[in-house]
T-cell receptor
Framework: AQKVTQAQTEISVVEKEDVTLDCVYE???????LFWYKQPPSGELVFLIR??????QNEISGRYSWNFQKSTSSFNFTITASQVVDSAVYFC????????FGAGTRLTVKP | NAGVTQTPKFQVLKTGQSMTLQCAQD?????MSWYRQDPGMGLRLIHY???????DQGEVPNGYNVSRSTTEDFPLRLLSAAPSQTSVYFC????????????FGQGTRLTVV
């Protein structure tokens, strides 16, 4: 069975702080895909990143970075120098035949 | 390019009523799916389709029905609405079944009273 755990339900930081959102997954598949989505207060779901199970290279995109470690079944997401606009619910998802989501982490960035 | 379009955006139903949530995509994606989002539970997969004429159940299919007669449309039917079906529903489409990013509609907020 596939499962995604986002243990942090809510995180609150002050602007310019760095913050890491944790994601731990379980799967028996050797080929799978991991995703992060952002859901701002307006409610839509915004794709952030996709990573396949054979690519453990970390990725950086501006203030966002992702750390994929198969050894610990984790795919963590770090926001550097957080901004108020980063306030949202962030979902980690695991996919092979269908996409399964974690419960989400609500990030609040205060000015 | 509209992407994924869901209608309606809001709906209030009485217990026992039936209704159809509409979903259409214009990206020629083969894979489409329906999720419900409940507080503290993330998005849970209801049904999905890998192409016209093919549908399958997800994690929480009970009380819902789907069909896929065209590539573009994937409606979700609530057969007899129950208060437990109060939720936000998202339709999604993707090029691949699980390997590519999913594009989501704006969501339908459904309240069953």
């Amino acid at each position: 069975a596939q499962k995604v755990t986002q243990a942090q339900t809510e995180i609150s930081v002050v602007e310019k702080e760095d913050v890491t959102l944790d994601c731990v997954y379980e799967t028996r598949d050797t080929t799978y895909y991991l995703f992060w989505y952002k859901q701002p207060p307006s409610g839509e779901l915004v794709f952030l990143i996709r990573r396949n199970s054979f690519d453990e290279q970390n990725e950086i995109s501006g203030r966002y970075s992702w750390n994929f470690q198969k050894s610990t079944s984790s795919f963590n997401f770090t926001i550097t120098a957080s901004q108020v606009v980063d306030s949202a619910v962030y979902f980690c998802a695991l996919s092979f035949n269908d996409m399964r989501f974690g419960a989400g982490t609500r990030l609040t960035v205060k000015p | 390019n509209a992407g994924v379009t869901q209608t309606p955006k809001f709906q209030v139903l009485k217990t026992g009523q039936s209704m159809t949530l509409q979903c259409a995509q214009d990206m020629n994606h083969e894979y489409m799916s329906w999720y419900r989002q409940d507080p503290g539970m993330g998005l849970r997969l209801i049904h999905y389709s890998v192409g016209a004429g093919i549908t399958d159940q997800g994690e929480v299919p009970n009380g819902y029905n789907v069909s896929r007669s065209t590539t573009e449309d994937f409606p979700l039917r609530l057969l007899s609405a129950a208060p437990s079906q109060t939720s936000v529903y998202f339709c999604a489409s993707s090029q691949g079944q699980g390997s590519t990013e999913a594009f989501f509609g704006q969501g339908t907020r459904l309240t069953v009273v």
